[in-house]
Every structure is written in C-alpha cells, then in structure tokens.
C-alpha cells in the first residue's frame, strides 16, 4: 500500500526554533535513559528467576553458574537486541523516507523474504544445520534481493512506486518458495520452525562480532543521508533544484535499508513491525526532519524490541514466547490504529 505524504510533510525542515530543539535533544537524552533501563531489565529478567545479587555478581566476577547465565546468554541476547532493534529502526526510517510511504517496513521490498528464502535453500539443498551459518545465507539473500528490487524498480530511473511494486511482487514470489519447500521437506520445516518466527534466544558473541561491521556500516551510511532524503521528500523537481542527487541517494538508501536489514534478518529472524512502528510514532513528536528522526528511530526501536524478548520471557515462564511472536501480537493492533487514523486523517 502506498501513501504519499502530506504536502506539510514533504518540505524539508527549516531551522526549528531554539526551544524545540532543546525539546527535542532532550528527549532524546531521556530516550537513551529508558534505553538503559529496559537493557538492564533485559540482563536482570530471564525465564530463571535470579536474585538481582547474583545478577551482578554474574555479570561483573563471570563465575559459575550465573556467570554462564548472566554473561554467556542474557548479556549477549541483550546486546544483539540492542544492535538489530536500532538496524530494523534505521531500516525502516530510511525506507518510509525513500518511498514516502509512512507506513512502510523493510518488509515492504522483499528483504526480510529474501533472507528467510535463503536460508530455507540453505537447509533444504545444501544442509547448512548451524546458526553462524544460516547468518551468511540471510544476509546473502536479503543483499540479492535487494538488488533485484532496485533493478526491477529501475534502477537509475527507479521510483518511490517502482520501488515497492517490485519489492511486493519479489515478496510474492519468494512466499511461494518457502511455502513449496517446507510443504515438501517436512525435515526442513522442523529445523527451521524456530529460525522463522523471529527471536534473539540464540545470541552469541560469534553471531554478534560477524554481523557488527554490517550494523556499524549500515548505520552510518542511513544516519549520513538524512539531508539528501530531507530534500527529496519535497519531490524531485525540487530537490534537484537543491542539488540532490535522486539517484545516488536511491541507491544509497537501498543500499542502507539492505545492509542493516540483512544484517538485523540474518542474526535474529525475520521480525516484523519493530521498522514499521517506531519510525512512523516518533515522527509524530520529531516532525519530518530525518535528522532527529534517525537518532529517534535508532535508540526508541531497541526499547521496543528488548522489551518485548522481556515481555515473552515473563509471560510463558517457565518457557518463553519467541520476541517475533510478541512484536507481531503488539504490532498488528498497532498498525491497524495507524491506517485508521491517517485515513480518518484524508477524510
């Protein structure tokens, strides 16, 4: 689905006052505080209940059995957390920028489908049974697919609505793969049932150290085009007259969106909604200006996913809830309430 922003929406930000800029950075101090927050929630809370003494005798002395819990499971899952909440953040900002559509996610171009079919060929036809390497195919699928879309879309001459149509018919397609194979590999479906659903229960400081230069690349890269993205929410002709140049910013965004989105499909799973949810509320309060939209998105998406991984450990205990079945159980409602009121919105 495909909504173009408001004209009000379009214009790039002209120097806010200095009151709301001061509003603004503090906010985004007090969002780095709830950051930190939910991130010790994440290493205090665990479907194991540990007393907060021996949390932080785990996680300071590294010793023992909470040693192993503390640090060997909770301070890495948190960290992964922390890393693919502010790339699926990221994605998903620059996407809504590059398409204007404020509802769309990194789903909407086909990379989350692009991992999840990589590695269902991965498992089915090549027998890859370990996560470090399930990491390499997700990545490797979401950057083919990636560049599919923008060579479907048109590449130089790609277009906001080339761009999603493409990636929507790509996700269509590959759906049709992964439902094919499972049908006929139920070997296949049982090894990548967990996989699927999206969670953050297999952290490893492996799996972190091989996707971070991704996390790190991706994230600069989003963070330094928010100018030229700013200048082409007001359209083409006016951007060019700005000295935008559409298609490398194009280029660059998909770029972006791909790595970082990759990176967040390849460690986690697909997970759904965290792109989606926050980009478009913290523009409510930020304006359309993607340079505090970014910073926003970044910090604000790991609150969201680390508390909802915090969410499923709490509420199926002994067991957990996988953190792609909360963010899709909390996020559904959510975009319902979305669409309803920017439709209300265009009446």
């Known amino acids: 689905m495909l909504v173009d922003s408001p004209p009000e929406q379009r214009a790039e930000t002209a120097p806010a006052p200095p009151k709301r800029q001061a509003i603004r950075a503090v906010g985004l101090l007090v969002s780095v505080v709830i950051l930190v927050v939910v991130a010790l929630a994440s290493i205090a809370i665990g479907a194991k209940d540990l007393p907060l003494d021996q949390v932080w005798h785990g996680l300071f002395h590294d010793s023992g059995t909470y040693g192993d819990i503390v640090v060997g499971e909770r301070l890495s899952r948190t960290v992964l957390g922390l890393l693919a909440g502010a790339a699926l953040g990221l994605a998903g900002a620059v996407l809504q920028a590059l398409t204007r559509n404020p509802l769309a996610d990194p789903g909407l171009l086909g990379i989350n489908a692009g991992a999840s079919a990589a590695v269902v060929t991965a498992i089915t036809f090549l027998g890859v049974t370990s996560l470090s390497g399930y990491v390499w195919f997700a990545f490797l699928g979401a950057a083919a697919v990636g560049a599919l879309v923008w060579f479907l879309g048109g590449s130089r001459g790609a277009t906001p609505v080339r761009l999603a149509l493409a990636g929507t018919a790509i996700s269509a ?8 194979v499972m049908i006929m590999d139920d070997a ?22 091989e996707v971070l230069p991704f996390f790190v690349a991706g994230s600069v890269l989003a963070l330094a085009l928010a100018r030229p993205l700013n200048a082409m929410e007001m359209g083409d002709d006016t951007a060019k007259a700005l000295g935008a140049n559409l298609n490398r910013t194009r280029a660059l965004s998909m770029l972006a969106a791909t790595v970082l989105c990759g990176a967040a499909t ?3 799973g697909p997970i759904v909604f965290v792109g989606l949810m926050v980009p478009h509320i913290v523009r409510s309060f930020t304006g359309p200006d993607l340079r505090w939209i970014l910073p926003y ?3 604000l998406s790991p609150v969201l996913l680390l508390g909802a991984d915090v969410l499923g450990r709490i509420v199926a205990r002994p067991s957990e809830l996988q953190v792609g079945i909360v963010t899709a159980v909390l996020g559904g409602p959510v975009f319902i309430y979305l669409v309803r009121r920017r439709r209300t919105a265009q009446l």
């Open 188 to 209: 296949a479906l049982g090894r990548m049932r967990f996989w699927t659903v999206g969670s953050l229960s297999s952290a490893t400081d492996d799996i972190i150290v």
């Open 266 to 268: 390849a460690a986690c």
């Open 173 to 180: 397609a590959l759906f049709g793969y992964l439902q094919a």
């Open 297 to 299: 998105a970044a910090i």
